[in-house]
């Protein structure tokens, strides 16, 4: 994999001192709070008193999390982003819109590289971060992330993307340390009709997007579609650019089928594949999946659902003559009941994975053995208990086994206190990260060396890294159109990675030399001044110590290339004339060197989006990072201030 | 064109677009438009009416009334689900309440008023069919608790109460709820 750091080169300087005074302002403006309605599209009374009870209990109401609990209830640092703040930002990626909460930070790294962490251990191969979309785990066992250039959905029909910062571990899988990100599609029920769009701009050189959405019968419904887009390369401060431009193609479908009342299947996939352009050769990659879901209400009070998917994917590299090949099957069970003031969920999952990293000994570095088998089993079990009146109790325990480390568990306790639409949570939970092929299995160079030769041979002891971490929260929604949270956390990580030579040689091994603490705040709210005018915010401020571990020689700074401060306000606004004028501003303080990253400036940036809506049609001209002409947000590629056109219609 | 000369227009951008808001912003007078689960509830509360059976002597005159206590989350939306429609030949009317003193006539009442418990004992044995969403609703002897699950409304009834007001409640509205009883 060519993610290798590049040298520090020239950055930019000047930095628009107008982001931070606006958004004060608007900070301010969004304190004020009159009450009134929240703007979503309306069901017609006529329509809605028509229906039976059963079927007013079946209609999707909010846009809150998966959870059995409203946003407001929610004892956790969940944040969410809706379709609509995607649509509106001009977001042209996944991982795009993820800078829309800012509890993540988003670092684009070159024109096809992301690099996204929660809470801190931010590098090329951060691999603290949980990442599903519609239930498929997407972090790949290779290094423990996300490849987000891989990661696609038509973000027309995204639902809403669901942000934990903080461990998930209890419940979700054996990654979620530092987050949970949680991407939802729309039902195909709701995506009924033909969307098409074409957009074209001097970074995105082309994009397209064309779905189309119908019903078979009464209880079926399904959705078709495709996107294509090309990119420009990043500029480069030493050459004409970075030759990293990159095409991609997806096709994919879903379907909604409710076979009874009680009954609902989902089924999903998609293909894809695309071209980064590397030096001397393109670099290939494609991927598939599929996905089936069952879940079945037994009653108000008790539900359960099945799922399996199947997944691969393949990436070339050519300047390094490697490729990797993961196929995974997983499949998951969860039974969720009601005793008296108990609510207990349960649930247990299998998961095969069958790595082919192949690297050409010429590469230097790379992972042997070239074959494994990775087999993941899980179970969990979480009690959430109303104590008294408005308090409740939720203890939980993840137990998993690894092929690398067997048998680890993940518990975690809350407390929450809910009233009148406000909640405080307290949370102390363990987490761990599982060991991926990079921490065990990572040679440089791939042939055993003697050890008066420099060489790395591979972390046979790594264990896995450890997390304790100490959350307290406070959410509230203090009338219909305005909502704030805040969370605080301080985490202490234990055996954290290091590579250190073995005594008197020059064989270096990947262990677990490593420890700190991090601590920090997180701010979030949504304030809808008017019908036609809402507003989104977000702060976090993080800090930390990492260090080597007594006896420990050395130096972890570069796994964590943290924001200190980062600051993102949206504003969604619609104008007289069927037209919509939106920004996403947003601060990032700036990162320090460190002997294997550049320097990163601070920047202040914005995205801004000019739209015509009228009768389906949509004309829109956004400008991405028009703060600057260019900026770096992760070592030394910069990223273009651009603009784009698109057009796209609904019917 | 050089970065400073960038940066200044930026800031002129900036500076013409946060008067443009503020403009906006004083400007214009926004009317309410409940969200979607609020308008689900309020079907909701057209519903109760065909699935709870009042006593004869919870009418004082020819009309059905839904009251709402506290802040109105439906706005115009109760009155246009509710039009022309009837509970046994009474036509339904909405009223609105800002305490509990001001309710006379009333056979259904959207508690909201952020002190649910207050009005609940209040109004307890009154023939008042009590519905409202806080947490602890229920379980503090309001009748009809709307919750929100994955992402749908969910009913929790406390079945008890309605029994001690002389309402009773139709086992096909029941079934489809969770129901709580005090021991």
């Not at chain 1, 801190?120 to 997407?138: E, H, P, Q, W, Y």
């Not at chain 1, 959905?153 to 993307?161: Q, S």
């Not at chain 1, 264990?463 to 959350?471: C, F, G, I, N, P």
């Not at chain 1, 069927?578 to 460190?594: I, P, S, Y």
Request: aromatic residues 10%; charged residues 20%.
């Amino acid at each position: 994999m060519s993610k290798e750091m590049m040298p520090p080169g020239k950055r930019c300087q000047k930095k628009a001192c107008f982001s931070l005074q606006a958004l004060l302002i608007l900070l301010l403006l969004s304190l004020l709070s009159p009450l009134r309605g929240l703007a979503q599209p309306a069901l017609s009374p006529k329509e809605l008193k028509r229906l039976s009870v059963e079927e007013l209990l079946n209609i999707e109401v909010t846009l809150v999390s998966r959870t059995p609990e409203k946003l407001t209830e929610a004892a956790s640092a969940i944040q969410v982003i809706t379709g609509e703040d995607i649509r509106r930002s001009g977001a042209t990626h996944l991982a795009e819109a993820l800078r829309l909460v800012a509890n993540l930070q988003v670092a684009q790294l070159s024109s096809s590289v992301w690099i996204i962490s929660a809470r801190g251990f931010n590098n090329v191969f951060a691999n603290k971060l949980l990442v599903m979309i519609d239930g498929r785990t997407v972090y790949t066992p290779l290094y423990g992330g996300v490849l987000w250039e891989q990661q696609h959905a038509l973000l027309e029909d995204i639902d809403r993307i669901e942000v934990v910062s903080g461990p998930g571990g209890t419940l979700w899988g054996a990654n979620a340390v530092n987050g949970v990100i949680n991407i939802i599609t729309k039902s195909a029920k709701r995506t009924e009709g033909l969307y098409a769009s074409v957009a074209g701009g001097d970074f995105i050189n082309n994009m397209e997007a064309l779905r189309y959405g119908g019903k078979i019968g009464d209880r079926i419904s399904y959705r078709l579609f495709g996107k294509h887009f090309s990119r420009d390369a990043t500029a480069s401060a030493t050459a004409s650019n970075n030759h990293d431009a990159w095409t991609m193609t997806e096709a994919g479908f879903r379907v909604d089928w409710d076979p009874t009342l009680k009954d609902a299947v989902t089924i999903e996939g998609e293909l894809y594949a695309g071209k980064r352009k590397t030096l001397p050769l393109a670099s290939a990659s494609n991927g598939q999946n599929l996905m089936a879901r069952w879940s079945r209400t037994f009653s108000p009070r008790s539900d359960m659902s099945l799922q399996l998917y199947y997944d691969r994917y393949l990436r070339k590299d050519a300047p390094t003559a490697s490729s990797d090949m993961i196929n995974t099957v997983d499949a998951d069970f969860q039974n969720h009941f009601r005793i008296k003031s108990q609510d207990l969920i349960w649930g247990m999952g299998y998961r095969f994975v069958k790595d082919d990293a192949h690297f050409d000994i010429a590469a230097g570095a790379g992972i042997v053995p070239r074959f494994k088998r990775l087999d993941l089993f899980t179970a969990f079990v979480q009690d959430e208990i109303h104590l008294v009146d408005s308090l409740r109790l939720i203890a939980g325990t993840k137990l998993l086994h690894n092929e690398y480390t067997g048998w680890e568990w993940q518990p975690s306790v809350r407390l929450a206190w809910t009233s009148h639409y406000q909640t405080i949570w307290a949370a102390v939970s363990r987490a761990v990260r599982t060991p991926s092929r990079f921490d065990v299995d990572y040679f440089l160079p791939m042939t055993p060396q003697p050890p008066t030769v420099p060489s790395v041979a591979g972390g046979p002891n790594f264990m896995s890294e450890k997390l304790m971490a100490y959350e307290l929260g406070y959410r509230v929604q203090p009338n219909k159109v305005s909502s704030f949270s805040f969370a605080a956390f301080y985490n202490v990580y234990k055996d954290v990675y290091s590579v250190e030579p073995l005594p008197g040689t020059l064989t270096y091994q990947i262990q677990n030399g490593s420890e700190g603490r991090s601590w920090g705040i997180e701010l979030a709210g949504g304030y809808e001044i008017s019908k036609r005018w809402r507003l989104r915010t977000g702060y976090t401020y993080l800090d930390k110590n990492i260090h080597a571990k007594p006896g420990h020689n050395f130096d972890p700074s570069y796994l964590a290339n943290d924001v200190r401060n980062n600051l993102m306000l949206q504003s969604i606004l619609d104008l007289p004339l069927h037209l919509q004028l939106d920004v996403v501003a947003r601060h990032l303080d700036g990162l320090g060197k460190t002997f294997a990253t550049a320097k990163v400036p601070v920047y202040n940036t914005a995205d801004a989006r000019l739209a015509w809506a009228n009768k389906g049609f949509e004309l829109s001209v956004v400008g991405q990072n028009i703060g600057q002409k260019n900026h770096t947000e992760f070592g030394t590629y910069f990223i273009p201030r651009s603009f784009y056109v698109k057009l796209n219609a609904r019917f | 064109m050089s970065r400073g000369r960038d940066h200044i227009k930026f800031v002129e951008l900036g500076r013409k677009m946060i008067l443009l808001l503020f403009f906006l912003y004083t400007s214009h007078a926004p009317s309410a438009q409940p969200s979607r689960a609020d308008q689900v509830k309020a079907a909701f509360l057209y519903n109760f009416t065909q699935f709870v059976d009042w006593p004869a002597n919870a009418f004082t005159g020819n009309t059905f009334v839904i009251g709402i206590l506290g802040n109105d989350p439906f706005g115009d939306y109760l009155e246009a689900l509710v039009k022309n429609e009837k509970v046994n030949g009474r036509s339904i009317v909405v009223q609105r309440y800002s305490g509990v003193g001001e309710i006379k006539n009333c056979q259904l009442l959207f508690i909201n008023n952020g002190n649910s418990t207050a009005a609940i004992k209040a109004l307890a044995k009154k023939n008042i069919l009590t519905v409202g969403d806080d947490i602890n609703f229920a379980r503090e002897g309001g009748m009809i608790r709307f919750f929100i699950e994955n992402n749908k409304i969910r009913l929790q009834i406390n079945l008890t109460a309605a029994r001690e007001a002389g309402l009773s409640i139709s086992s096909k509205l029941l079934r489809v709820s969770e129901v709580i009883e005090n021991e």
